[in-house]
């Protein structure tokens, strides 16, 4: 199978924004690198979050640590939420995970920036750990 993480770096928070919802705030991240920058809304209530904290973010096409798509099982599971008894998945290796749909996806216009193509892709988990 294939690996099921498309995107994987570390990041330090630059800004919360914390004015327009009660339990989300938006943080701005840049990479240690300086070359990737994202901006995410967070439940900062279940994941509470500092300007100047590091997080590592993945992204990732399946919570499966195989690679397998998690939908399409021989067992009937639908979806990432109906893990057996012990069953371990990438999700155990982060605090924080979310699905959803990828917004804006923005290259660089410089030849030095990296290039994430696989993120070209509508729907990702999200994982994020400190």
């Known amino acids: ?17 914390s004015q327009k919802y009660d339990r989300v705030s938006r943080i701005s991240c840049t990479s240690t690198d300086n070359l990737t920058t994202f901006t995410l809304d967070v439940n900062t209530e279940l994941y509470p979050c500092q300007v100047g904290e590091t997080i590592s973010m993945a992204l990732a096409s399946t919570l499966s640590l195989d690679g397998k798509d998690e939908n399409a099982t021989a067992s009937g599971k639908v979806g990432w939420r109906e893990v057996g008894m012990g069953e371990q998945t990438l999700a155990n290796e982060y605090d924080y995970v979310c699905h959803g749909k990828v917004y804006r996806f923005e290259e660089g216009s410089t ?15 999200l994982l994020l750990k400190k």
């Open 1 to 17: 199978m294939s690996d099921p993480q498309l995107f994987e770096d570390t990041f330090t928070i630059t800004a919360i924004n």
């Open 111 to 125: 030849a030095g920036n990296i290039k994430l193509v696989p993120l070209r892709i509508d729907y990702v988990y």
